[in-house]
């Protein structure tokens, strides 16, 4: 169900009886259980600053440019570059 919830735009109404469910507020609950879980045991070991160790960004994510242009070739140097591309600003309405 949850993903399901998340690549669509069905409403818990649809998603009720696509699974047969006797009624919306168990879909919420099976979504929310199901977020509740993934936040407790997938988050952490596989996004974040924590999920990766420094050892792991230099041997697998820097590539041979990016140590040439920003650490004079040394292997042992982490590189990270970061930009606001995504980054929400949000807008004053005047």
């Known amino acids: 169900m949850y993903t399901v919830k998340m690549r669509t ?3 818990h109404e649809l998603i009720t009886t696509l699974f047969g469910v006797s009624c919306t507020s168990r879909v919420s609950g099976h979504i929310n259980a199901a977020r509740t879980s993934m936040t407790k045991h ?3 070991h596989h996004i974040g600053f924590d ?6 960004v230099i041997e697998h994510y ?27 600003l949000g807008i004053k309405n005047t």
């Open 51 to 56: 999920a990766v160790t420094r050892e792991k």
């Open 9 to 11: 735009p069905l409403s």
């Open 42 to 44: 997938f988050t952490i």
């Open 62 to 88: 820097t590539t041979d440019l990016a140590r040439e242009l920003f650490a004079d070739g040394k292997r042992d140097v982490l590189i990270l570059i970061m930009d606001g591309t995504y980054i929400y």
